[in-house]
């Protein structure tokens, strides 16, 4: 799956090199904040279209993010080729703001081939990898293959690794058991979880609390439970488009002020799982649209939205006021 | 399964009558607090053990509660003959104190049987309904069909009800648009969510807030989450054990010291754990013993922990300072 | 939820005794053949209409089943009173043809009350119990706890015990190993697996060859392969209106004509999946009003189809020319 | 994902050619029989072995079976780059009996990437593909986009289709509906059902029965009864192993030796257990070493058997007479 380094030796290397993002001794890396992932944008001809993706970087440049992450599960890595992969990381290094966190999605089935990717990922500039859990063969994925798997890419990597737990895509829960082990490694850095089960987040905080590890909420639909119980950030698809609102309830949240991050929060469930369960990336792309962004068509299987179903996504945002 | 009204004739009515706790015009009862799910003591022989039940109830009574849940999951209701179910309740409305609310679980499967059941529970004492989803024809428990169920018990019943959603025992989750549609009952006062899932209770809070509806947590181990996302409190199996301490996590919520909450709420999850999914009831009663109350047996099926498994439930209490 | 014995006294006992019942040495009962699983009729208040009870037994008496299945899942068994079980049975008891089985469902959450239904069971008529798997505390209900559940029921039961699996309504499969070990009991005569995985039907088959124990497969949509897998017979929710044509699968089976066998289990699949997944015990009642049973409503919060699920219903069975 | 024709132009074109490949008219090619999904040996490095390869070839060589599945879930696809991909369908071309059909797995996540490996697997020699459904973006993969997903490859591929349905790695059901209409494709020819629901299969081959569709049992669990529904045979890890007495419970299936057969697949089912949903990939490789092929180690994150689990997997293949 992966190509050997020469294949992909024009992808133009990020601006940044990799001085100071190795793990320091003593402090890791701080990636608490608000990150959007990036979706891939493609021309009705299915190609990559980078034009538009500068374009939705510049425009998601103004919003106070920490950073982006690329290739998560919005950027619909699963179907881009290797190089794709990667001039798309390369593109978006090159366009966005010298000051924030990229974090690039770096995961494939098998641990020699995440390795890869993650090596080729740093080389183009990302500042960290996030890495989801391999899954076809669930069945097998216990603890013990999972903290092996994981320890081999960081030990390996010279950039740190997030751990990225997605249940509803990959039909499988990292073990408590393999984060708190993992913690422990000092290329290892944090979890981004999207499961929405904040028993679980709290448990992972409370013991790894000395283990200097961060949680960041993989949805906004649970963000301001997440910092409630001592998450640091999130990911979340929704930011895409409502990017100001989901920093501001970090900040509210951040600050203190959970009376009116409440009133935010919940004004953000219905629109960020229309965006997510609900309507996935097509929902996403075409709310994008809507919000001046370049959303377009995604790459097949999946579909645009049914007249009914765009119907329905709109609904959910303007009776929270946000259209 | 429900006996006519003449074979519990003899239960002891409890001491106050139903006036004033009927469905006020205006304005609902206020069901905001702490209550423990109160346990069913069972003698060697699995007889109920009155005696050590007003013995637990004296113990409960001095920890801030809000009140007791009689007859939830943790009171093995599916094993108690309807007598049995009516006169535990009758008991406990004798033993706790007159300014607590008792709230007494009164679901079956059928509507006809949860009405009696429900009116049964007023005339004992209860003050409040906790009714859960009926599920074995959980295929054909449409939005529809509960709220049909639903409506039909708030209809007849004397006292307020509540939802109960537990998915963990029943399979099944209560769709958020038949709980917005039943918030609007004027005797339907709230619902105590077991699931988990802040996303889902956020959105319900958010749905209702013209309604006059409240949202109860249904376990300690995302009680602080719950706070901030907007529930008035809790129904937590860990509150028959650590009772005061829940009751200071509810304070330090209220009082928005939300750091010192992290804190505890962060220690109470492993043990939470531990008395629920980890080890049932079960659990729940070997740590009573522990903690200066009456556990004892369950009713068959269930069965006592192995060594092993009270050796596990131990270490979640004493890693945690608790023991 | 069990009454005490002198409640039910006036329920009328079966004619036949139990002598001759009890498990002989060596050889247990034979329980081999087809079942349809009787409905409970209601008239239009939710009565139970025992006339019209009576009327469906009489025209599914010219059917060639092996006996009858009284109080399984399609017989509304959790919507009925103690009593009013008790009675159903005595009633088809009196009803039935005198050579026929009678199976009757006595499962109950807890042991105790399932020793007690049993034992009322075979004093109201029944040749055997039909066992459901305890369910509410699906978590705790581990191999051990379900033996000793199962043992406790079969020791004290005067009549033999069919184990029941039905995973769709109880969210619980009967472990593999269990039921090996209770298929060495003398008074466990078999398994109604309705969950359809025919796999996990042959090892069961495989690995109580020695004991004396039968499988009945609980549904019509997979009774062919079932038989070619080594089951005796179905209990199966269609024979409710297809009964001629189920007992025709089987002599087709039994006979080796398995060509034949195949066609005609083809043209079942669809109405069996519509009185049973689809549609459920309001689609079963329906489709026995149009084959000239008496259907009627079922107990709320079942509720009636709506006339586009009707069509539907009637659509799976005249696509393969049963209407 | 995928590269671009010209890389990997080096690898060696099958000896056959396409032609009389291709969908002639009016009748599709016959893909009846049993075939084993072909493992790929590593060596210690993690090297594919292609030396092991061909000499387990020429092993399996001697079993009459119908052709081999190459690149199934059992080739470890997912951990092969596409030149291995490749390359390991055009050694085992070369190296397998010249009147054997090859089934070579190309199923990706997206559309194209999918239509370029079947091209490519075309190109080096397989005579159909075999075509997982994507799964990533499960909640989005509707019958909609499932059937234009495989419309689309159907319609640009030089050899024909076998639709897979794996729903254990998958986690996701081709809807029946689905398989019905992309059954009338001219180029789709039948689908392997790997997850044992025989009701469903029966289904399909009861809806299809017009369209000169086929399908192939995906387990050698329920072989028996897949043949008994209408099946026309298999792909068996177990074949791996038991390649003779998978096709000898064929030959008794189709000469109608039910009796036998059913002896026979009793036996079968643990250790076909056993290799795949207990110990995976590992229990197969190591059963293979014992059997006189070489298994060797999986790649990462795939994990040896412990001790412990190679005693149970062999106490599996010893209790049954086979080791």
């Known amino acids: 799956?992966?190509?050997?380094?020469?294949?992909?030796?024009?992808?133009?290397?990020?601006?940044?090199?990799?001085?100071?993002?190795?793990?320091?001794?003593?402090?890791?890396?701080?990636?608490?904040?608000?990150?959007?992932p990036v979706t891939t944008p493609f021309t009705a001809t299915a190609e990559v279209d980078y034009g538009k993706l500068e374009q939705n970087l510049r425009k998601l440049g103004?919003?106070?993010?920490?950073?982006?992450?690329?290739?998560?599960?919005?950027?619909?890595?699963?179907?881009?080729?290797?190089?794709?992969r990667l001039e798309v990381v390369s593109r978006i290094r090159q366009a966005m703001p010298k000051d924030k966190l990229l974090l690039a999605g770096s995961g494939c089935e098998s641990t020699q081939a995440t390795v890869e990717m993650t090596l080729s990922m740093a080389q183009v500039g990302a500042d960290a990898a996030l890495v989801v859990t391999?899954?076809?063969?669930?069945?097998?994925?216990?603890?013990?293959?999972?903290?092996?798997?994981?320890?081999?890419?960081?030990?390996?990597?010279?950039?740190?690794?997030?751990?990225?737990?997605?249940?509803?895509n990959t039909g499988l829960d990292l073990p408590v058991d393999a984060v708190v082990t993992l913690s422990q490694h000092p290329n290892i850095v944090g979890i981004k979880e999207s499961g929405g089960d904040v028993t679980r987040m709290g448990l992972i905080i409370h013991k790894t609390?000395?283990?200097?590890?961060q949680v960041l909420a993989g949805s906004a639909g649970f963000l301001l439970a997440s910092y409630a119980i001592g998450a640091v950030g999130g990911i979340c698809a929704l930011a895409n488009v409502l990017g100001a609102q989901v920093c501001q309830l970090e900040r509210l949240c951040l600050t203190g002020q959970w009376e009116d991050a409440q009133v935010l929060q919940h004004r953000l469930i219905e629109p960020n799982t229309a965006v997510t369960r609900r309507f996935g990336i097509p929902g996403l792309k075409?709310?994008?649209?809507?919000?001046?962004?370049y959303g377009g068509p995604c790459r097949a299987p999946l579909r645009d939205l049914s007249p009914d179903e765009e119907e329905k996504l709109r609904l959910d945002f303007t009776s929270n006021g946000w259209l």
Chains 1, 2, 3, 4 share one sequence.
């Not at 090199?17 to 990636?31: F, N, T, Y």
């Open 286 to 293: 075409k709310t994008m649209d809507w919000f001046g962004y």
């Open 209 to 213: 609390k000395k283990q200097d590890f």
């Open 134 to 168: 391999p899954c076809y063969y669930r069945g097998r994925m216990t603890s013990a293959a999972l903290i092996h798997h994981y320890t081999k890419v960081a030990d390996l990597s010279p950039i740190p690794i997030v751990l990225y737990n997605v249940p509803a």
């Open 1 to 36: 799956m992966l190509l050997a380094p020469r294949v992909w030796g024009s992808v133009r290397l990020g601006a940044r090199g990799l001085a100071g993002r190795a793990p320091a001794e003593g402090r890791k890396v701080d990636i608490a904040g608000i990150y959007p």
């Open 62 to 84: 103004t919003v106070p993010f920490r950073g982006f992450v690329v290739q998560g599960s919005n950027g619909e890595f699963p179907f881009l080729t290797s190089i794709e």
